[in-house]
């Protein structure tokens, strides 16, 4: 689309040559011819700033305005202010005024704005006789379209105050320390919503910025929420083909330029005002400190017709700051050196100078306020707050809030939540021990997690190791301290602190923790049981019963106790149920006792039987499957009896493959199960449907009765089958065709495999060679199941003779 833009302004150029005679067709889109300057300040009830402080102007401001021309002036420029008070009004003829810049007594203009007024633009036109006239009535004739060209071009020159911003900082950065271009570059593009060419970044270094600062054209993006990007403005376009282009994404309705119309305006400007003495070209007007610099996007004409600039001056109104928004969801440390608090969507903060005397407003929890000085710094991308933060000790802060000028308004807000705690504030949770022989988590409360800069271990040696840490909460940090190898006694926690010379230091007592043994449970007919307790990672076996079980996979509960699996090989149908004592023996020898719990069998399914119901394959060779297996594409139909359990419309039948890796739950309520008395079930599924096109191999079942699951029982064995269509013979040499024959592992015309023919792995071929068929059959083993024997039926004269 960039492309048919492109087009498209080269067919604009053209057409524009073509239909129109007009000098505006010369003009550009980018601006970069530096114009003449003006100088202005603005005086408001006694105080009085510099124009490029300026965001707006209020009826009864008093202008002082004046160009700021070389002293070698060759060209007498006539300039002229004007008020404008709406599209439809035009301003009487005592709203403009004039300044002969060539003349010392009448180069200055001091004017009040009038009651009524709403707009103001400078005009700067070489001095012709009857040039002022011509000026007014040109104004005065389409009011609107000065309106119009006063609003966009404002907006346009805040744009161009943004870009020429980034441009400065990529050329600053480049000259400086051109290894930091990538990280500047991005950060000021962020801060100005400029829209950066990624691809730029990826070139050599030397070629970054000039790629980063070229095709300036749709560079700025819309702020406020919008996406679109500034194309400077367009002359000498017919009005039709302003509004076609204006419709397309590229040309005004998404990513580039929203002032299409007002190229439509000047175009419509040049068209009816342009004299034998004066054509108008639109101005940028860049402000700073007291200069307002203007840049043209065409050369202007000192020869009939003389070219009038038309510049922007702030619009007459209020003028609320921008909305700004503090880009923080957690709390930074005010201490932490060269803090930077981000703000979110403020581009002109940090492409003017309409916010001044910035500062952050601290409302301690000790009662005082504090005021800091913050500065705008878009290549950081935030507010810079000065060394004085860190002069403020220990103090907490209830809030920090922005406070500043938009002008000459003041203004309050955004909050930021900043921290400044004390480091000695830190207390451990919910005591001071802490267990020695393996990793140990810590809890402090009590201070300023985001003033923490990192966090470390000492033990009774000296030797300080790193501790990783985490923030859980604003007054609170998690830890892990690395106690496998410590020793009983006590341990050091440093806690160092952003803006603090030493670190906080709390003593931990580092204890041994004996196993606590809670309690162990066996369901009999289980090979394994569980243990409850703590430290149970000592544990070496236990005896109950008369059987030995020896410890295996340990686990933690959310509580922060042990669950200790112990197995055994012994038959357990027979454990007496109960309770009895348990001998509990340790890993260093030592013995203890712990009550075991015997329970009454898990409910468990007992396969009754099972049907296979395959959907019909005319155009294949039949397979004849083993009972246990099923192709994927197949209905199973199984009934199982429940064992030690009673059946009931909430129960669950559970079928998984063997790995886990996918299952299905089948119940009353989907229609899957049906219950036959109290204790069979009838259940059916497709395993390709019921548990994807994945699911292959050995199936299994169990009972799941709400949160009591019983143990898992094999179900049958998904295998993939090829699609044999015909065999074909020549003699005793046979062909078998068809799809999938990777599927085969191996062929051979009998079923004890005596002499089996194996498929090279990797096969993947519609034909394959094979004995010839003994008694109308062929036997196979697929990879899917390489212990079952699958017959291929040859039916009589099937056998193919190859042509």
């Known amino acids: 689309m960039r492309l048919l833009l492109q087009r498209l302004l080269a067919l604009l150029a053209l057409s524009s040559l073509v239909l129109s005679p007009l000098p505006a067709s010369a003009q550009g889109n980018s601006f970069d011819l530096a114009g003449p300057a003006l100088t202005m300040a603005v005086t408001r009830e006694k105080v009085t700033l510099p124009i490029g402080q300026v965001p707006s102007l209020r009826v009864g401001d008093q202008l002082e305005l004046k160009a700021d021309l070389p002293a070698d002036q060759a060209a007498r420029y006539l300039l002229v202010l004007v008020f404008l008070r709406g599209a439809t009004n035009p301003p009487p003829k005592n709203w403009f005024y004039e300044a002969e810049t060539w003349n010392p007594k009448k180069a200055t203009l001091s004017v009040k704005v009038p009651e009524g007024a709403q ?23 389409r009011p609107g379209v000065f309106v119009r060209a006063a609003q966009d071009l404002y907006q346009a020159s805040l744009d161009r105050a943004r870009l020429e911003t980034f441009v400065n900082g990529v050329a600053r950065v480049e000259e400086s320390a051109p290894e930091r271009l990538v990280p500047v570059s991005t950060a000021l593009a962020g801060s100005l919503g400029i829209k950066l060419n990624a691809d730029c970044l990826a070139r050599s270094r030397a070629l970054q910025a000039s790629c980063l600062t070229q095709n300036r054209d749709g560079m700025v993006l819309q702020t406020g929420g919008g996406a679109a990007s500034m194309i400077d403005v367009i002359g000498g376009t017919t009005t039709q083909f302003a509004y076609s282009l204006a419709a397309t994404k590229e040309g005004g309705a998404g990513e580039f330029s929203p002032y299409i119309s007002l190229a439509r305006d000047f175009a419509r400007l040049f068209g009816v005002f342009r004299s034998a003495d004066y054509q108008y070209a639109p101005a940028l007007a860049v402000g700073q400190n007291t200069r307002l610099r203007l840049q043209l996007n065409t050369p202007p004409s000192f020869q009939n017709p003389k070219s009038v600039l038309v510049a922007p001056l702030p619009p007459i109104g209020a003028a609320a700051p921008p ?11 005010l201490a932490k050196p060269g803090l930077v608090l981000p703000l979110e969507d403020a581009p002109l903060v940090f492409a003017t100078d309409y916010a001044r005397a910035l500062t952050l407003r601290l409302a301690l929890a000790d009662g005082r306020t504090v005021e800091l000085p913050v500065t705008a710094d878009a290549e950081r991308g935030g507010l810079v707050v000065g060394p004085d933060a860190q002069k403020l000790g220990a103090s907490t802060i209830g809030e920090a809030t922005l406070t500043g000028s938009w002008g000459f308004d003041s203004f309050t807000g955004p909050r930021f939540p900043l921290q400044n705690g004390a480091p000695a504030a830190w207390q451990p949770r919910p005591d001071d021990t802490v267990v020695v022989g393996r990793d140990a988590p810590l809890t402090l409360r009590g201070g300023a997690a985001a003033c923490v800069e990192q966090v470390a271990l000492r033990d009774r040696s000296g030797t300080i190791k790193p501790v990783e840490w985490k923030a859980g909460a604003p007054d609170e940090i998690s830890a892990t301290l690395p106690l496998q190898r410590a020793r009983p006694g006590d341990l050091t926690v440093l806690v160092s602190h952003y803006g603090e010379s030493a670190p906080a230091q709390l003593t931990l007592k580092g204890q041994s923790e004996a196993s606590r043994l809670e309690g162990f449970t ?18 070496a076996s236990l005896e109950v019963a008369g059987l030995t079980f020896t410890a295996g996979a340990l686990s933690r509960d959310m509580g922060g106790g042990d669950r200790l699996a112990l197995t055994t090989d012994a038959n357990t149908e027979t454990v007496p149920t109960g309770t009895s004592d348990a001998k509990v023996t340790l890993k260093d020898g030592r013995t203890t006792a712990v009550r075991a719990t015997i329970t009454p069998p898990r ?7 099972r049907s296979v119901a395959a959907p019909a394959a005319p ?7 083993p009972d246990f297996a099923l192709a994927p594409e197949a209905t199973l139909t199984f009934s199982a009896r429940a064992v030690n359990t009673r059946l009931s419309a909430g129960d669950l039948i559970e079928v998984a493959t063997a790995d886990d890796g996918a299952s299905a739950k089948l119940s009353v309520a989907s229609g899957k199960l049906q219950l036959i008395g109290s204790d069979v079930a009838v259940a059916s599924l497709t395993p390709r449907e019921a548990l994807g096109a994945a699911a292959t191999g050995p199936l299994k079942m169990r009972l799941v009765q709400g949160e009591l699951v019983g143990d898992w029982q094999p179900l049958a064995r998904v295998v993939r089958l090829p699609e044999v269509t015909d065999l074909r013979c020549d003699g005793a040499a046979c ?7 990777f599927l085969i592992a191996q062929v051979a015309d ?54």
Do not use: W
Request: with cysteine.
């Open 119 to 141: 707009q103001a633009i400078a005009l700067m036109a070489p001095e012709t006789g009857g040039g002022y006239n011509a000026l007014v009535k040109a104004v005065r004739g």
């Open 619 to 625: 155009d294949r060779l039949a397979l004849e499957l």
């Open 522 to 539: 066996l369901y009999t007919g289980d090979k394994e049981g569980r243990l409850v307790g703590a430290r149970l990672d000592q544990v």
């Open 735 to 741: 062909t078998l065709h068809g799809q999938e024959l």
């Open 750 to 803: 009998e079923a004890g495999f005596q002499k089996p023919q194996t498929v090279p792995l990797g096969f993947v071929g519609g034909e394959l060679a094979v004995p010839h068929p003994v008694a109308g059959a062929l036997y196979l083993k697929l990879h899917d199941a390489p212990d079952d024997v699958v017959k291929l039926v040859v039916p009589a004269g099937a056998a193919k003779k190859a042509k």
């Open 603 to 609: 409910p468990r399914l007992e396969l009754v039987s």
């Open 323 to 333: 909305p700004l928004r503090a880009a923080l969801k957690d709390a930074v440390c």
